[in-house]
């Protein structure tokens, strides 16, 4: 079975601490995406990665980092947290779109943090 | 910028109803998935649709893609209490390997027995 798992489900992080989410996936996914979804704005894309070591900024990278060192990790950093990066966080993977893949997204379950 | 719009943004009805759920865009996209997120969990996929005009049904859900392949349509007959979660509708960037998605902001559907 196919799987996304995000190391935590749950942080209380307080305002400029550091913050490490990370990622793994077992399906030797070529592409991983880091989302945060609020409520009434959707999916937002924060930064997403085709390939070890590559990254490329989503629609909003402010305040974040990435780091993909293998193919199966994706982790995203908050170097100093602060209230409004209180969200709920979604990793994603998928394999190379083409002609047999639409490029189908598998998430995980999310990580909620919470900064106070 | 929002390039899908979904609507509507929350949906509350009884079991037994049918319902429709939007998705529209300016813009043309190579592929619309729709995902299904209930509360804890990740977005799961439920559909792909890929051709201009296309109808996809998955048990009591029907899909459409538009002519034009800039909307969507999600159709549910006689709504059940287990249908009840967030609903998403995800458009792909054609001509691209990354398969990047671009997502509406959901449509949250409950349904009461």
């Known amino acids: 079975d196919v799987k996304v798992t995000q190391s935590s489900r749950y942080l209380v992080k307080r305002t400029g601490e550091k913050v490490f989410l990370e990622c793994v996936q077992d399906m030797d996914h070529e592409n991983m995406f880091w989302y945060r979804q609020d409520p009434g704005l959707g999916l937002r894309l924060i930064y997403f990665s085709y390939d070890v070591k590559m990254k490329e900024k989503g629609d909003i990278p402010e305040g974040y980092s990435v780091s993909r060192e293998k193919k199966e990790r994706f982790s995203l950093i908050l170097e100093s947290a602060s209230t409004n990066q209180t969200s709920m966080y979604l990793c994603a993977s998928s394999l190379p779109k083409d002609r047999r893949n639409t490029g189908e997204l598998f998430f995980g379950e999310g990580s909620r943090l919470t900064v106070l | 910028t929002q390039l899908l719009e979904q609507s509507p943004q929350f949906l509350s009805i009884q079991e037994g109803e049918n319902l429709t759920v939007y998705c529209n865009s300016s813009?043309?996209?190579?592929?619309l998935q729709w995902y299904r997120q209930e509360p804890g969990e990740g977005p799961v996929l439920l559909v792909t649709v890929v051709t201009g005009g296309e109808v996809k049904k998955l048990k009591r859900l029907t899909f459409q893609f538009g002519d034009a392949r800039k909307d969507s349509s999600l159709h549910i007959t006689a709504a059940q209490p287990g249908d009840t979660g967030l609903y998403l509708c995800?458009?792909?960037?054609?001509?691209?390997?990354?398969?990047?998605?671009?997502f509406g902001r959901g449509t949250q559907l409950t349904v009461w027995p």
């Open positions: 995800a458009g792909g960037s054609g001509g691209s390997t990354l398969g990047r998605l671009y």
């Open positions: 813009s043309v996209f190579s592929s």
